[in-house]
């Protein structure tokens, strides 16, 4: 590889192969961020303590009273 095109060429090809692997990288560490949350998200739900939950309807009906 002597010709200066064929080693601009092999740069230009090395550098898009290096971002598209961060790139897939980044997007795996997303997904796996992604699951995280959806995984704390419904344990915040599920461990939700009923005495919280309030009946939509609750506070129209303390109104009209």
């Known amino acids: ?3 200066p ?3 601009a060429e092999y740069e ?4 898009l192969s290096r971002i598209a ?4 990288t980044r ?3 997303r997904e796996e961020e992604d ?6 998200s419904q344990a915040a739900v599920i461990s ?3 005495e919280e939950i309030v009946s939509p ?3 129209i009906l303390d109104y009209q009273s």
């Open 5 to 7: 095109e064929e080693i």
């Open 35 to 40: 699951r995280q949350v959806e995984s704390t």
């Open 48 to 50: 939700w303590p009923e």
């Open 57 to 59: 309807t609750s506070d």
């Open 21 to 24: 692997t961060l790139r897939e």
């Open 1 to 3: 590889m002597s010709d």
């Open 27 to 29: 997007l795996r560490e």
């Open 12 to 15: 230009r090809t090395k550098r």
